[in-house]
């Protein structure tokens, strides 16, 4: 069973860089068949994807939070991990870590969601 969970701190002061990690346990992130993931979903807003890391530590990411965004791994410790430069309030939101099945186009394991806050 594939569980994905996250960790980082919960409140993030303006200005500074949100860093989450999302450890994974029975899987591994250096499959070809999926990429890792990093969604958010603001207060009362749908979810928004951030972006992906691919097996081959390929990175894509959403074009409005591109310039602020990093996702990186560590293969090691089957990791993954998101930093968001330049915080604002409007990156307060629940984030999540998934994984999707490329072939499929749909997520099929979550991570259960971390609250940021980003706050002075």
């Known amino acids: 069973q594939v569980q994905l969970q996250e960790s980082g701190p919960g409140l993030v002061k303006p200005s500074q860089t949100l860093s989450l990690t999302c450890t994974v346990s029975?899987?591994?992130?250096?499959?070809?068949?999926?990429?890792w993931s990093w969604i958010r979903q603001p207060p009362g807003k749908g979810l928004e994807w951030i972006g992906n890391?691919?097996?081959?530590?390929?990175?894509y990411y959403d074009p409005s939070l591109k310039s602020r965004t990093s996702i990186s791994r560590d293969t090691s410790k089957n990791q993954f991990t998101l930093q968001l430069s330049s915080v604002t309030p409007e990156d307060t939101a629940v984030y999540y870590c998934?994984?999707?099945?490329?072939?499929?186009?749909?997520?099929?394991?979550w991570g259960q969601g971390t609250q940021v806050t980003v706050s002075s």
């Open positions: 998934a994984r999707m099945w490329i072939a499929h186009g749909s997520y099929d394991y």
């Open positions: 029975g899987g591994s992130i250096t499959t070809s068949t999926y990429y």
């Open positions: 890391i691919a097996y081959s530590g390929t990175t």
